[in-house]
């Protein structure tokens, strides 16, 4: 009976194991912690001069949905952030990029975690273009200023209006861009989908059974 108990148990450490394993692929990553390699802090130093719109997602299985997204309203208050969408079992909110991966590692801390990533996308060209764009079309408005007022006939007058009207235009939706870049890069975006955790099934249950079956007959040997 001991040798079949001792077999029972090795199936069930393996099983056992073989879990663990899974779970820490999925939810072992911890940026803060130093002996990754610092990741959070490296990354921050190269990216300290580029502008970098960072997004997170992250999956969860829960005990109850409408208790987790209670926790999460109050972690988006609590780290100074705001809601952009939220639903029965997914919210999408902005934090400080600061704020990125302490509020992923305490989102982590409400459920068993299935899923979770961190991306960057570098919009400093896109950004300085806009400047650039930005700048001359303030240069050629202040042309056209000293043009209306060295305009002679209505004639003169009118078309250089136009062209001042068009300016502004571009001009407002120039700012309008640079601005949504500019709040887009100190905000970082993150998603949470949340959903009740499954019970185990039949074969589940099995062997939650043969482990306490095998755990007695130890006990009792």
């Given at each position: 009976m001991r ?21 820490s ?16 802090e ?7 001069d580029?502008?970098?719109i960072?997004?997170?997602s ?15 309203y109050?972690?988006i208050?609590?780290?100074e952030?705001?809601i ?19 509020t ?5 801390q ?6 979770k ?10 950004h300085?273009?806009l ?7 303030q240069m050629?408005r202040?042309r ?7 305009a ?9 209006e136009k ?7 571009e ?10 870049l ?13 959903e009740?955790?499954k ?6 249950y ?16």
């Open positions: 040798k079949n108990a001792i077999i029972l148990l090795s199936i069930s450490l393996l099983l056992i194991s073989s879990c663990a394993i899974e779970k692929s999925v939810t072992g990553w911890d940026v803060n912690n130093s002996e990754n390699g610092g990741f959070e490296s990354n921050k130093e190269k990216m300290a580029r502008k970098m960072y997004n997170g992250i999956s969860l299985n829960v005990k109850n949905t409408d208790s987790t997204q209670r926790k999460i109050e972690l208050e609590s780290k952030g705001f952009v969408k939220s639903s029965t079992n997914s919210t999408i909110f902005r934090v400080y990029n600061d704020y990125l991966y302490p992923i590692g305490e989102l982590e409400l459920g068993k975690v299935k899923y990533s961190i991306s960057g996308k570098d919009v400093t060209d896109e300085y273009d400047n650039i764009r930005l700048e001359n079309a050629a202040d056209y200023l000293e043009l209306l007022n060295r002679q006939t209505v004639d003169e007058t009118l078309k250089v062209e001042l009207e068009r300016l502004n235009t001009l407002d939706l120039l700012q309008g861009k640079i601005e949504r500019d709040h887009l890069v100190d905000y970082a975006t993150i998603e949470v989908n949340y009740k955790g019970k185990p099934g039949v074969i589940g099995v062997f939650v059974g043969v482990f306490k079956a095998v755990k007695w007959l130890f006990v009792r040997g």
